[in-house]
């Protein structure tokens, strides 16, 4: 999306919906610049944040877990928490926390998209998880809307 203004207004405005709070549907969420084709040396970089406040260099491991496309076969990282895919689709995977404390967990869903990878954590089981994943689609449907 080459309006980056409207795609800030657009984080802000989809994030103070669904991010933070209890009763939402994410603790927190990233959206990462990505280019899988770019050379390594240029790094990705966090374009937005909410609920979280990760540097660039934690989320290397993490980014470059996801350029080598080795889902099925490792963990992965993003900042102190470590994570295993629990399911894979397209554009997008799940997966699950192994090192939490929180009892009932906690997850992460991860969405493609032409320009950027969607970060979206959440606390919680299968219902925490189908509520996030539809935050994170409306996010990804609603770029897409402003990018056509």
């Known amino acids: 999306m080459g309006d980056w203004a409207a795609t800030h207004k657009l984080w802000e405005k989809w994030t103070a919906n669904n991010v933070g709070s ?4 994410l603790k927190a969420a990233l959206l990462l610049h990505y280019d899988p ?13 909410s ?26 990282s993003i ?3 470590q994570y295993l895919v629990t399911s894979i689709h397209e554009q997008w995977f799940c997966a699950r926390c192994i090192n939490t404390s929180k009892a009932a967990g906690e997850g992460v869903i991860v969405i493609q998209t032409a320009a950027y ?3 979206a954590m959440y606390e919680g089981s299968i219902g925490a998880a189908s509520r996030a994943m539809v935050a994170a689609e409306q996010f990804v449907w609603l770029l897409k809307r402003r990018s056509h």
């Open 79 to 81: 900042g102190p928490s």
């Open 117 to 119: 990878l969607l970060v």
């Open 22 to 25: 209890f009763t939402e549907p």
């Open 51 to 76: 609920g979280a406040n990760f540097q660039a260099v934690e989320l290397r491991p993490f980014l470059n877990f996801v350029k080598q496309n080795n889902l099925q076969t490792e963990f992965f």
């Open 37 to 49: 084709a770019a050379p390594s040396r240029l790094m990705s970089f966090i374009a937005e944040q």
